[in-house]
């Protein structure tokens, strides 16, 4: 999972942690980069800390209300019933498209069936076919990330809504969340910092999360095999697509505005972002974007993806025009067999990094050649954006103390190993933008490299929208101070979570400070494409000449090219 996450911010260069060197005193363990947890802690941490959030609940009136005539809904294809829990409607599971088993796999997503009567809507939709098996063998990460998931299948295409009101006529904006994971693992509930309870009620807007197809199962290029094959390798994203038509279609019926939705995703999430935004069949369904830890310039090469594909079909011993077959595989067995035609192709082939993997392909229809942000006069000129990143995405040292101690001659050591040379170089301009860093935490700073986010951001800027940079360097007080600010902790602070994802935070008041601050900057985005608002101060457009970046912590200040 945080490999695939890990594609996405740096591309090409990402760091290798497993061959650092001990330098004689230390060896580094293999890193659990990916945190995954126990549903039962999730359930329990849940319940308790979502009944500290809110502050405009009294414990002794009735809380949740469920019944035949609250909390129905309708949409295009029928209605849907919820339930009310502390003055916000939440629908889940709400279908935005059919199936994608047996015939539908590898096609475009088609509409689901319209049904009679009322559908319950009451929990999360299926998680998109991925591997699951061995979530929550890690004690400290189980603590940690506690990661939600639960039934798993191809009918998987489910959105989940949350919302002040349905039927007072009122136009909110509308937030859209893309979850993480790369293009392989995820789903739309996956941390409890992802619930939207909270920030639907204090922004007065309506909340969405989406599933979507992922890894072979989304973006297996079987164009090889002619008609009804030739989209196959961007099915996961035109879901996405179809998800925000969904949106576009029925939100004004959950109470929310449709010519005003933002999209925001994290990590693979922030991929996913930069790619909808330049896809021409978005235009009119986007109308900003943000992008957490995670983005993109351009998508996969076709002949890439149309070499896997080959292989794909002859692991599997088949013609291309055979390629039917592969729709009445096992779901699992078939993400195996994708996973070892392409490890097999990519070994053949010498390819490694961040497009030697299952993601959107630039084929030219759906996705553009080249640079996403180059063409000035595209829809996506017109989509202000913030980029942002966290300070420490990787955090080598939390579960290994030693490694606070290591000084700067280990540094440099572990930085050639890494990136091949040049160690002294690279720390020491680090250590000349931080002087206040020690060797442990200048580690930190380098294994999260923004080379990738200001290349894009760049780009972006040669369009008229406003671009807005960010830099998230909030340290928790858990495990002795050493998560620092770390992949994903940062959502909790966008969405007003910071209680409810207690296990990232701590909880209390300090982050619940700079969480207001973050999700007043979030509110206003939404509303007017400009993040300033009271709590923070002036926070400018980014530009190449200066590259203005709003510095978030405990005391938050704008900083100038400081990734220069």
């Given at each position: 999972?945080?490999?695939?996450?890990?594609?996405?911010?740096?591309?090409?260069?990402?760091?290798?942690?497993?061959?650092?060197?001990?330098?004689?005193?230390?060896?580094?363990?293999?890193?659990?980069?990916?945190?995954?947890?126990?549903?039962?802690?999730?359930?329990?941490?849940?319940?308790?800390?979502?009944?500290?959030?809110?502050?405009?609940?009294?414990?002794?009136?009735?809380?949740?209300?469920?019944?035949?005539?609250?909390?129905?809904?309708?949409?295009?294809?029928?209605?849907?019933?919820?339930?009310?829990?502390?003055?916000?409607?939440?629908?889940?599971?709400?279908?935005?498209?059919?199936?994608?088993?047996?015939?539908?796999?590898?096609?475009?997503?088609?509409?689901?069936?319209?049904?009679?009567?009322?559908?319950?809507?009451?929990?999360?939709?299926?998680?998109?076919?991925?591997?699951?098996?061995?979530?929550?063998?890690n004690?400290?990460?189980?603590?940690?990330?506690?990661?939600?998931?639960?039934?798993?299948?191809?009918?998987?295409?489910?959105?989940?809504?949350?919302?002040?009101?349905?039927?007072?006529?009122?136009?909110?904006?509308?937030?859209?969340?893309?979850?993480?994971?790369?293009?392989?693992?995820?789903?739309?509930?996956?941390?409890?910092?992802?619930?939207?309870?909270?920030?639907?009620?204090?922004?007065?807007?309506?909340?969405?999360?989406?599933?979507?197809?992922?890894?072979?199962?989304?973006?297996?290029?079987?164009?090889?095999?002619?008609k009804?094959?030739?989209?196959?390798?961007?099915?996961?994203?035109?879901?996405?697509?179809?998800?925000?038509?969904?949106?576009?279609n029925?939100?004004?019926?959950?109470?929310?505005?449709?010519?005003?939705?933002?999209?925001?995703?994290?990590?693979?999430?922030?991929?996913?972002?930069?790619?909808?935004?330049?896809?021409?069949?978005?235009?009119?369904?986007?109308?900003?974007?943000?992008?957490?830890?995670?983005?993109?310039?351009?998508?996969?090469?076709?002949?890439?993806?149309?070499?896997?594909?080959?292989?794909?079909?002859?692991?599997?011993?088949?013609?291309?025009?055979?390629?039917?077959?592969?729709?009445?595989?096992?779901?699992?067995?078939?993400?195996?067999?994708?996973?070892?035609?392409?490890?097999?192709?990519?070994e053949?082939?010498?390819?490694?990094?961040?497009?030697?993997?299952f993601?959107?392909?630039?084929?030219?229809?759906?996705?553009?050649?080249?640079?996403?942000?180059?063409?000035?006069?595209?829809?996506?000129?017109?989509?202000?954006?913030?980029?942002?990143?966290?300070?420490?995405?990787?955090?080598?040292s939390?579960?290994?103390?030693?490694?606070?101690?290591?000084?700067?001659?280990?540094?440099?050591?572990?930085?050639?190993?890494?990136?091949g040379?040049?160690?002294?170089?690279?720390?020491?301009a680090?250590?000349?933008?931080?002087?206040?860093?020690?060797?442990?935490?200048?580690?930190?700073?380098?294994?999260?490299?923004?080379?990738?986010?200001?290349?894009?951001?760049?780009?972006?800027?040669?369009?008229?929208?406003?671009?807005?940079?960010?830099?998230?360097?909030?340290?928790?007080?858990l495990?002795?101070?050493?998560?620092?600010a770390?992949?994903?902790?940062?959502?909790?602070?966008?969405?007003?979570?910071?209680?409810?994802m207690?296990?990232?935070?701590?909880?209390?008041?300090?982050?619940?400070?700079?969480?207001?601050?973050?999700?007043?900057?979030?509110?206003?985005?939404?509303?007017?494409?400009?993040?300033?608002?009271?709590?923070?101060?002036?926070?400018?457009?980014?530009?190449?000449?200066?590259?203005a970046?709003?510095?978030?912590?405990?005391?938050?200040?704008?900083?100038?090219?400081?990734?220069?």
């Open positions: 999972h945080y490999t695939n996450d890990f594609h996405h911010i740096w591309g090409d260069k990402r760091p290798n942690v497993m061959r650092i060197s001990k330098s004689g005193i230390m060896k580094l363990k293999t890193v659990s980069l990916l945190c995954v947890g126990s549903v039962l802690l999730c359930g329990i941490l849940a319940c308790s800390n979502q009944a500290k959030q809110s502050t405009e609940e009294n414990n002794d009136e009735q809380q949740l209300f469920i019944g035949d005539n609250i909390a129905v809904a309708q949409t295009q294809y029928g209605k849907v019933k919820g339930f009310i829990l502390k003055g916000i409607y939440n629908f889940r599971g709400v279908p935005y498209g059919a199936s994608t088993a047996g015939e539908n796999r590898f096609i475009p997503p088609r509409e689901p069936e319209p049904w009679e009567g009322i559908r319950p809507a009451v929990f999360w939709g299926d998680t998109a076919p991925q591997k699951t098996k061995g979530k929550y063998r004690s400290y990460s189980t603590l940690v990330d506690h990661w939600n998931y639960y039934d798993v299948s191809e009918d998987c295409l489910m959105l989940n809504i949350w919302t002040p009101g349905l039927t007072d006529n009122k136009k909110r904006p509308v937030l859209v969340w893309l979850h993480g994971g790369g293009f392989t693992n995820g789903n739309g509930i996956e941390q409890d910092g992802y619930n939207g309870e909270n920030i639907s009620r204090y922004g007065d807007i309506v909340f969405v999360s989406i599933n979507h197809r992922l890894g072979p199962i989304g973006f297996s290029d079987l164009s090889v095999a002619g009804g094959f030739e989209a196959s390798g961007n099915v996961g994203i035109l879901d996405l697509v179809a998800g925000l038509k969904w949106v576009h029925n939100i004004g019926q959950f109470g929310g505005d449709p010519d005003n939705v933002t999209i925001i995703g994290q990590s693979g999430g922030g991929s996913k972002v930069c790619t909808l935004v330049a896809m021409p069949e978005t235009q009119g369904l986007i109308h900003k974007a943000i992008a957490l830890s995670g983005n993109s310039a351009d998508a996969i090469d076709k002949n890439y993806s149309a070499a896997v594909g080959k292989v794909i079909l002859q692991e599997a011993g088949l013609k291309p025009s055979e390629a039917n077959k592969l729709q009445q595989m096992p779901w699992l067995d078939y993400i195996e067999l994708a996973n070892r035609a392409m490890a097999k192709y990519n053949q082939a010498g390819i490694t990094g961040r497009r030697s993997n993601g959107p392909i630039a084929d030219g229809t759906h996705i553009p050649m080249g640079g996403f942000f180059t063409n000035p006069s595209a829809p996506s000129a017109n989509i202000p954006m913030i980029f942002c990143t966290t300070n420490c995405e990787f955090s080598l939390r579960d290994n103390s030693t490694l606070e101690q290591i000084d700067k001659k280990q540094l440099v050591e572990m930085i050639n190993q890494m990136k040379g040049n160690g002294d170089k690279i720390v020491d680090y250590a000349k933008a931080f002087p206040d860093k020690k060797p442990i935490e200048l580690l930190g700073l380098i294994l999260s490299s923004r080379e990738n986010v200001i290349a894009t951001a760049n780009q972006k800027l040669t369009q008229k929208a406003p671009v807005y940079l960010a830099w998230f360097g909030w340290n928790p007080p495990f002795d101070g050493r998560m620092r770390f992949h994903c902790l940062d959502i909790c602070f966008w969405l007003k979570n910071t209680d409810l207690i296990t990232h935070t701590g909880g209390g008041k300090r982050p619940r400070d700079l969480s207001m601050k973050m999700t007043d900057a979030l509110l206003n985005f939404m509303r007017i494409g400009n993040p300033n608002c009271a709590g923070l101060p002036e926070w400018p457009q980014y530009t190449a000449e200066k590259g970046t709003m510095m978030l912590n405990d005391v938050c200040e704008v900083v100038y090219d400081p990734d220069r």
